[in-house]
């Protein structure tokens, strides 16, 4: 259909000119050698304004196509809508572990990955990736009852959720199967176009251990759980905040507290001995058996 003034709207209508340019006064101004500034384009006898960003099917566009500001505005989006269920996950209701898994994906993933097929090429760039590793560990933290300083390779290993970019690339990989586009679903992971269930599976096993290895953070929780076949293996560990808080040496401990200069010493102050997690542990199991004890 041929764009009419009537219906055209002049407010919501841009063009997105895919190339640098340079803006100029006048077109004697222009050298040899320099960049052509951006055309004008006329629609059904009107200017359209040509933007270097706008939004489209909800995905924000920009003239280079790098998706830079549309990855930064979801990350940000879906925080905020985590920072709001969280309060009623963690205070009002106190949903279990499966509400507040059901609660990640379903706000989280489900705000960030929207179209994501789109713009996922992208996160090839670290810059990127970054952002967004940032942004899920803020969502389980909030979600999972997890101190904010808490890594995330303790956290993605503990809950057993996946890097946020592995789920994108693996998410976006199979809609290019359905859609029957196997070279951009090879384009993000070789030959996954002729890969099975249980091999993709497998493959984001390990590009998630490869992700794991190759940090030195939380090494008390790698030390239980050499790596995430062996985390899922642990089907009954739950992840809540105390366990994570314990795994993960992030904690209300003596210890951890005195590391930070909140607190004058490392040691317990009923026993005197050294505040860490393990102290905890067996102070709660000694409690818990005095009491059991003393009820018989």
């Given at each position: 259909m041929?764009p009419?003034?009537?219906?055209?709207?002049?407010?919501?209508?841009?063009?997105?000119?895919?190339?640098?340019?340079?803006?100029?006064?006048?077109?004697?101004?222009?050298?040899?050698?320099?960049?052509?500034?951006?055309?004008?384009?006329?629609?059904?006898?009107?200017?359209?304004?040509?933007?270097?960003?706008?939004?489209?099917?909800?995905?924000t566009?920009?003239?280079?196509?790098?998706f830079?500001?549309?990855?930064?505005?979801?990350?940000?989006?879906?925080?905020?809508?985590?920072?709001?269920v969280?309060?009623?996950?963690?205070?009002?209701?106190?949903?279990?572990?499966?509400?507040?898994?059901?609660?990640?994906?379903?706000?989280?993933?489900g705000?960030?990955?929207?179209?994501?097929?789109v713009?996922?090429?992208?996160?090839?760039?670290?810059?990127?990736?970054?952002?967004?590793?940032?942004?899920?560990?803020?969502?389980?933290?909030?979600?999972f009852?997890?101190?904010?300083?808490?890594?995330?390779?303790?956290?993605?290993?503990?809950?057993?959720?996946?890097?946020?970019?592995?789920?994108?690339?693996?998410?976006?990989?199979?809609?290019?199967?359905?859609?029957?586009?196997?070279?951009?679903?090879?384009?993000?992971?070789?030959?996954?176009?002729?890969?099975?269930k249980?091999?993709?599976?497998?493959?984001?096993?390990?590009?998630?251990?490869q992700?794991?290895?190759?940090?030195?953070?939380?090494?008390?929780?790698?030390?239980?759980?050499?790596?995430?076949?062996?985390?899922?293996?642990?089907?009954?560990?739950?992840?809540?905040?105390?366990?994570?808080?314990?795994?993960?040496?992030?904690?209300?401990?003596?210890?951890?507290?005195?590391?930070?200069?909140?607190?004058?010493?490392?040691?317990?102050?009923?026993?005197?001995?050294?505040?860490?997690?393990?102290?905890?542990?067996?102070?709660?199991?000694?409690?818990?058996?005095?009491?059991?004890?003393?009820s018989?």
């Amino acid at each position: 259909m041929v764009p009419t003034p009537r219906n055209l709207a002049p407010g919501s209508t841009n063009v997105i000119y895919p190339y640098k340019y340079r803006s100029i006064r006048s077109a004697s101004k222009v050298h040899r050698g320099r960049k052509r500034s951006c055309p004008s384009f006329t629609i059904a006898g009107k200017t359209v304004p040509v933007v270097k960003e706008t939004v489209y099917l909800g995905v924000t566009l920009d003239n280079q196509l790098y998706f830079r500001t549309h990855i930064i505005r979801q990350s940000q989006k879906a925080r905020r809508a985590i920072d709001k269920v969280a309060r009623l996950a963690m205070r009002e209701f106190s949903l279990n572990t499966q509400g507040r898994r059901t609660l990640y994906k379903g706000v989280f993933e489900g705000i960030f990955l929207y179209a994501c097929s789109v713009w996922t090429h992208r996160l090839i760039n670290s810059t990127y990736r970054k952002h967004i590793l940032r942004a899920q560990r803020h969502a389980l933290c909030r979600l999972f009852g997890a101190y904010s300083d808490t890594s995330l390779e303790v956290l993605s290993l503990i809950i057993a959720e996946p890097l946020i970019h592995l789920t994108a690339v693996f998410r976006a990989a199979k809609y290019f199967v359905t859609k029957a586009k196997p070279l951009e679903a090879d384009s993000l992971i070789a030959g996954f176009s002729t890969m099975d269930k249980f091999q993709r599976k497998e493959t984001l096993y390990n590009l998630w251990d490869q992700w794991l290895l190759s940090s030195d953070r939380g090494r008390a929780a790698k030390a239980i759980f050499p790596n995430i076949r062996e985390r899922l293996k642990c089907n009954w560990v739950d992840p809540t905040g105390d366990t994570i808080r314990i795994l993960s040496e992030h904690g209300p401990f003596e210890t951890y507290l005195h590391d930070r200069t909140l607190s004058k010493h490392p040691n317990c102050p009923t026993d005197g001995l050294r505040d860490d997690p393990n102290h905890a542990v067996f102070a709660l199991m000694s409690r818990t058996l005095s009491v059991t004890l003393e009820s018989r």
